[in-house]
């Protein structure tokens, strides 16, 4: 690894890091540390990290803020690479905005309603990046990224990069063609807004906010939503019918606020959230008969014993 980490030095791609605890980089603030730890400094840097982790035949995990994901307590084996500062780029030229991967979602939502471009309203408190809002086809109060996507550039783990349409990202209910069929890094990304009335914009982006402060455990560290809703079933609304609302497994708890809200209440363990996401598993099976599938990511392995 010491051989590997001078090679990427050498290649100047940005910060590298050994052993990085991964709990610093989720909003749950939980996970085990990285072997390797990349931030590229800009799209080449992504690059030529991808090339030359895949001639040393490292595993690479790509990540954004974090809020989609449980890394569990033994972390992750190979290269994470994540899309911060480095992918920061952001310019607007009329109703079409060019924003880099790793801009966070809530900022842009703030920006691009002040300039009175409609779009990115549902956006406003989704803590995550552009790039894992592209790859997840995140959404709130009835809207998705599919609704605005003009075009993704995305690097594949063979190096190549290439520009994706809205039609090629192949949309549906938080899910792309980048999840299964064509893995890949979202670097930067177009949107096509509208414009629209500033003072309207701007209130409708708090009136959702005030509703997320309303009913999701703000103050708590937390991943979002833990399942997917088993349509046309809500899975919040399936927790707190079967009585599952503040259930605690260590330090992992079941919302008091919502039902689909996983808290870590200071010294939760993955291990602890992944034994509370199996518990309401299967009460709900045995409840109601109905499968619950995590929305979110569950990645790395578990403590050695
Ligand atoms: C309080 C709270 C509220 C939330 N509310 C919502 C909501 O209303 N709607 C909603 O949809 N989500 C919501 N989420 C979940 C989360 O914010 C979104 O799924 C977001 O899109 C994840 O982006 P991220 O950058 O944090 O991705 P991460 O959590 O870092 O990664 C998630 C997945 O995306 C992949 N990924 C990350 N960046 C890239 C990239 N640049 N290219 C390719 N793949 C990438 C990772 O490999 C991983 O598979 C919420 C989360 C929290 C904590």
Same mark, same amino acid.
């Given at each position: ?18 052993? %990085? ?264 099976? %045995? ?7 995590? %929305? ?10």
């Amino acid at each position: 690894m010491e051989k590997l980490l001078k090679k990427l030095q050498e290649a100047n791609i940005g910060k590298v890091l050994l052993n %990085e605890p991964l709990k610093n980089h989720t909003t749950m603030k939980i996970g085990g540390p990285a072997d390797l730890f990349i931030e590229p400094a800009n799209i080449d840097g992504v690059i030529n990290a991808i090339n030359i982790l895949k001639e040393e035949g490292v595993a690479i995990t790509p990540i954004g803020r974090g809020s989609n994901l449980l890394v569990l307590d033994g972390g992750i084996e190979g290269a994470v690479l994540k899309l911060g500062e480095g992918l920061h780029h952001l310019e607007i030229e009329g109703t079409k905005v060019r924003v880099g991967g790793g801009y966070s979602l809530v900022s842009l939502a703030a920006t691009i309603s002040k300039k009175g471009l409609s779009g990115f309203e549902f956006a406003g408190g989704i803590p995550g990046s552009v790039g894992g809002a592209v790859y997840m086809n995140a959404g709130a109060h009835g809207s998705d990224i599919s609704k605005i996507l003009d075009k993704a550039l995305v690097v594949f783990h063979d190096g190549s990069c290439e520009w994706l349409s809205n039609e090629e990202m192949k949309y549906s209910y938080r899910t792309s063609v980048l999840q299964e069929e064509r893995p890949g890094i979202v670097v930067e990304a177009v949107f096509q807004l509208k414009a629209g009335d500033r003072e309207k914009i701007v209130a409708e982006m708090q009136r959702n906010k005030d509703y997320r402060r309303e009913t999701q455990p703000w103050n708590y560290p937390c991943a979002g939503s833990i399942f997917r809703n088993p349509l046309p079933n809500h899975a919040g609304q399936l927790v707190e019918k079967a009585g599952l609302k503040g259930f605690q497994i260590g330090g992992a708890k079941i919302s008091e606020m919502h039902g689909n809200f996983i808290v870590n209440t200071g010294t939760a363990t993955a291990k602890d959230v992944l034994d509370l996401i199996k518990y309401i598993q299967k009460t709900i099976l %045995e409840k109601y008969g109905i499968e619950m599938k995590t %929305e979110v990511e569950i990645i790395g392995k578990n403590l050695a014993n």
